[in-house]
């Protein structure tokens, strides 16, 4: 199962960004394909993911409100919109993807096997 996460970069305070996360057959059930980040020193944290079963759609407290998360099943694609974005926001984002993620594991690190390489983004103040 190969990720590939790409649309990072420099943006300033109060921009956007979109992610996509490139994950063919991997963007319907029972995959769920979710976003983390990590910045320097620190374990991911959780973004955002959808509920396989229900379609529900998770997100960090942080960016609830200011990011959005959608697939394109077509296209094999998971997208990340990002507003708003915050100075806090820097980090190296990662998509992730696990066949059969229950919903209680959904922002757990340790319930996704594969992973993508990572795109940087950085949020000048």
């Known amino acids: 199962v190969q990720l590939q996460a790409s649309g990072g970069g420099l943006v300033q305070a109060g921009g956007s960004l979109r992610l996509s996360c490139s994950a063919p057959g991997r963007t319907r059930s029972p995959w769920t394909v979710a976003w983390f980040r990590q910045t320097p020193g620190m374990d991911r944290t959780f973004v955002a993911a959808?509920?396989?079963?229900?379609?529900?759609?998770s997100y960090a407290d942080s960016v609830k409100g200011r990011f959005a998360y959608s697939r394109d099943t077509a296209k094999g694609t998971v997208n990340l919109q990002m507003n708003y974005l915050k100075p806090e926001d820097t980090a190296v984002y990662y998509c992730?993807?696990?066949?059969?993620?229950?919903?209680?594991?959904?922002?757990?690190?340790?319930?996704?096997?594969?992973w993508g390489q990572g795109t940087q983004v950085t949020v000048s103040s």
């Open positions: 992730a993807a696990s066949p059969s993620v229950i919903s209680s594991s959904l922002a757990s690190e340790t319930a996704y096997a594969y």
């Open positions: 959808m509920h396989r079963s229900a379609g529900r759609i």
